[in-house]
């Protein structure tokens, strides 16, 4: 689902800052001749994604390499679980290990957290969603990663959707005004999101015609508030803060999206590693 | 220190993902003659790193923007540490906002996780250093954190270091072929680093002539017989699994190096935003 | 209101392309200190767009040569506008001149056509918009022309809006599941447009929740009460094969939007040259 | 004839900057396995180029598309000839199609001018070139689309070929100082063509030893007699406002080139579409 | 002379090569604020070329070093001539150092062994001139430096001149069925250029309208048989394996141009060093 | 052993500056369908290296070639030894000509003038290494033509060893100081070489802890004193005007490497020319 010329692109970045002009290790010790056979295999409990990357990476090493992918993206990973199996030249095998490793370990790790996010909320309809709190230079993959672990995406970029903050209030005059510059100068099919941080301003972005409203570091009682609000007028998202222990409550509270920023700015990377057979 | 290129380049890339064909709510919403002014402002304890490209961030979105750098990267930060300030035409600074701050959480995220390792240690002797897990296309950045948190920096990448895994042992032959094949081809400014589980390869390493040997995975009692054997021969590095309750006995066992690739495959972003005056 | 770096790239494929190697006329034939004074100059009634641009090719080409811009994008030029004025040395005058004009000419026409239009729908309350037919690689330039002349931008990609064609409903089973299928996994602050060429799917289309309803190739009075169908419900864009003796009629049929390929992807350049002083 | 990777790099700016993240539409809506079958088709009468481009871009978006050419470039269309069928997963059909139709509707649209000039001038041995007046990032396409519609390319660019024009002459001190200079430092593979505007300036030129001279907005009978002077002695081009009411007597006035800039400055699109089957 | 983005380019992939992640040694043995001066010297006798390129090294380095240039390209040297001053942080004279060296001392290579050639031929009337036998990635500097030896430039690559050779000839049929070919084919500012290795090809070559004959691997006396037989016919190109010792004959036998690709394709590079003050 | 990419990187920027927007002669005199086969044959005595990047071009260039390779890179080569067959379109083989010699005849040059001095020092114990002063943009290149020649490789760049030389010492205060900053700052992997010019110099070195010591432009009495010093302390490099006449002695004189600028900044293009059969 991932287009390849992107994974291609920054793997050839990765691989560059790697690998560079040479492997001197392997070169110097590994004879040419030697084949190997090793396994991608999980070391911890998680949520598998980018998986595919793996190909990608050792299509750039040296084609030779053959990739067997075991376990789709989004699949559920123990410990032990076989992910992926390569073979081919060891030089290149060992080549390669180092940054197919990165990106699966990095993503496994947001998808991985992603999942916890949403089997916490389960049954409740809110769909658990990313920002734009990535690490540069690998937004497409991590937004990717957060749909394999079941989240939705939220808007990719500045350029993608309207999320009026309160800077961009203040600098208009109010939000009426705000919004109604979003209507006139943006694209016909980007909707307009208004933060708010008080029912006042929920109810002024009701009034202005907003479509969706951030309910942005509300407490509980006020965002129950803000979502009765907002029914079958706007759609709500909760924002600000969201940890495991507070999120299935909030989404109780009937918001329609709760975004997470954590879901892709403090990554723990799911341990995974090359096992030679 | 680091070099404006290298910076500018994943800079422009992370602008190219974030604000691709323009910041459409800041567009609409904020009149173009607005000027603003703003605080980049710290909300948690920690170390900052990567300050200056703050900078250069601002510099490719829109020239007029003046930023000044109000504490230098290695500084501590407490909530509310003004780190640095920003000003000039409002609709840029909201739009180079989120970068600058993708950027500077995750930079000081890995400083202030290293300064933490290396204040554990500080009075043994040994140093802190990091490892080539770090996210794809961010690893000169990454290095950098390290240092700003009082780290050292292992080797770059595959090519500024030689250090003979056990799979490169297994396919040399043994540790002395794979040493030797090593000493014969690679540059005569490369160390050579051997890794070692178990004292009979500390041992092997040794009268293989290895400049450096890593002891993997060993408890602390076995590296401290290692240590012993090694002293005046080869510089130690300990390697794997280690953590902040873990790694001051782990000095006090002598060692010279601590590697620790959490340092930067696992980031808590730090915590600071751009708040506006 | 472009972005820099977006003319900068482009320019520098113009300029690529044009100069490669060097203007060998120039350089063989025009003394190395010869300086001249040169003036861009309107030739035909239009409107301007790309002013910025001549800047921008001669800070590539040498960066001794000054611009003057005299008139924004924008303003309405009649034979003898002067446009822009350029001083420094000869050789570079020449050197750039045709990588400017062929920019300023291209998108000057499409800021024409557009006016054209604009002015004939005047004070019905839609809006001319332009579609994805742009020339490849010229897309960013030419949906800002399209402004300048006074449109509006439809989307800009695939990326950023959501427009169900035919084929979208035929592999999707029917308007309602594909409308579904889009909210479900777009992103939330995306609207979804739906292209009908009939009442019934017109009526489909508002009963699976179309934010917008494209009103593709019908007659006047279809599009009239379609118009009447959506008003309050839905958008309307009317689309296919409009022309200037034709647009007003349906702009008062009631249209929210009016979409016109032609405005860019036949374009004719406006009559612009360099007349040296 | 056309390289490929001069074809594959503009193909892959247009789809970055159509497609760029994903085609969210044909995402959301269109199931994965879904297959589709559909065909290129003429709408209007013309002359095909570009053809080649379609497979290129669904490599790009997709190998396991295929593209079958059913016409070759520089063939006449009728509305209805059927120029490629594709088939292969829908969704891919459907990303792709606005990035494939925008190319071929562009260089058709110059073949079909460019022809309609070639048959107007038909037997009077007079061939109709083309200029440096192409949008700015497709010269070779647009040079290449003037081949197909039966025309002769002029220069590529500045670096291969001298063409003197007035304000070189002036720069220079006169026509001959100019062709002496271009002959001493342009090298020995590249002809010297002057522009004149006069009859004197023709004889000058003659006298200088220009290869070619250009007849530059003279009217017929000026150019009869310039052709007169420079036959045996110089080729002739004429250029200049020169449309396809005054092609043909232009021609039969001798000249040996007559060049169009509209050929590729002012483009109309040839009505091509892709339907499904 | 030189286009400044086409060096840049070229110094900057000579920097990544050089430099990439950085200096080691300056950044750990050089204090960050030790400034420097030094200059470059000749070691040598020659001609210099390349001199401008020093400056754009250092501002990509670090524009905070001044760059003062002594002596313009063309140049005669000798040891000791000071040829540019550099003054800044020590560090980054440093690290620029080898790069700036690499260039001028290559590029001073090739004006040197021009500038021989060129004094060797001079009163003869006859043109020393370059091939495409140049270093991959360095032409357009290898072009310059012959010009700035006083030699003078064949045709820059395969798109800007036509040169028939043997094997040409032989697919064509003949020389004179080629030589149509490549005027109804080719722009018609392009001359037409054929290689003969006997006195028949020269007749040939003149019979079908060749502007330029190369005489190919000709002794002297039928050089000189050749020349006469083209005067006024057509410009005579020497060629093949001419060395310091036989050049001047070759000039006497009134050949026009004189091509020798050792001039570029195997270059002794002058010795140039950074002296510090 | 190369790296494919770095390879394909280089070859296509050579076609891009050779080849461009098309071979004119070829396309206008060589008929399309027209086949050939031709032999890249050596002319003269040497040593072959990159005759792998024959086969890089012609894949770039058209995929319908073939290209055999009948030679290994490090092969003697003597006049009439054929290197690699091709066969394919008789245009593409002309157009991919000139690049693949270009690459050929100077790695091979590089390659025959290592394998002279290797040979010299046969049974010596010393190591012909390179230096960082190579053709800009020909790093990785060059340095693998050393490796077929026999010779070994010094540093890659400035990034991979701690080279200390006189301006370093300097700007530290010293040996001892440059060399403990060089040893606390630098990775751990990466080894000290300091240069010396004098036997005070090189007991400072070896008295700071210096792993190898450049003796830079001794004279052959104090080479041998100063390996006698260093003798079981630090490995031994010779330096600075070394030839082929010299080259001997110095080696008997017991240093470990000898470098030498000459291998790769003045380079001899072996004559090796592509035959059609």
Chains 1, 2, 3, 4, 5, 6 share one sequence.
Not at 30 to 45: I, M, S, Y
Not at 153 to 164: K, M, P, S, V
Not at 188 to 208: F, G
Request: charged share 25%.
């Amino acid at each position: 689902m991932l287009q390849l010329t992107e994974i291609d692109r920054v793997v050839a970045l990765a691989l560059a800052e790697d690998v560079g002009l040479g492997d001197v290790t392997s070169l110097a010790t590994v004879p040419e001749q030697e084949q190997g056979r090793a396994v991608f295999l999980a070391k911890a409990t998680g949520v598998l994604a980018g998986v595919s990357i793996i190909g990608r990476v050792y299509t750039q090493v040296d084609p030779r390499v053959t990739v067997e992918v075991l376990v789709e993206d989004g699949a559920r990973l123990t410990p032990g679980t076989r992910v992926a199996a390569v073979q081919g030249p060891a030089r290149s095998l060992l080549t390669g290990e180092r940054v197919a490793l990165n990106f699966v370990q990095h993503l496994s790790g947001i998808a991985t957290r992603t999942a916890r996010f949403v089997d916490l909320v389960q049954g409740t309809g809110a769909r658990i969603v990313d920002t734009r709190k990535t690490v540069p230079g690998l937004r497409a993959l991590a937004k990717y990663a957060v749909r394999a672990g079941g989240g939705t995406n939220h808007r990719f970029a500045l350029y993608d959707g309207i999320l009026i903050k309160d800077n961009h209030i203040r600098a208009s005059g109010g939000i009426r005004p705000a919004v109604e510059r979003a209507r006139a100068h943006a694209g016909h099919l980007l909707r307009v999101e208004v933060e708010a941080e008080t029912l006042e301003q929920v109810q002024e972005a009701l009034d202005a015609g907003a479509d969706v409203v951030m309910l942005d570091n509300m407490d509980l009682e006020t965002r129950r508030q803000a979502v009765a609000m907002c029914r079958g007028r706007a759609l709500t998202e909760a924002s600000g803060g969201i940890e495991e222990d507070t999120v299935r409550a909030i989404a109780e509270a009937g918001v329609d999206l709760i975004s997470i920023g954590a879901l892709t700015h403090s990554v723990t990377a799911l341990d995974i590693s090359l096992d030679w057979e």
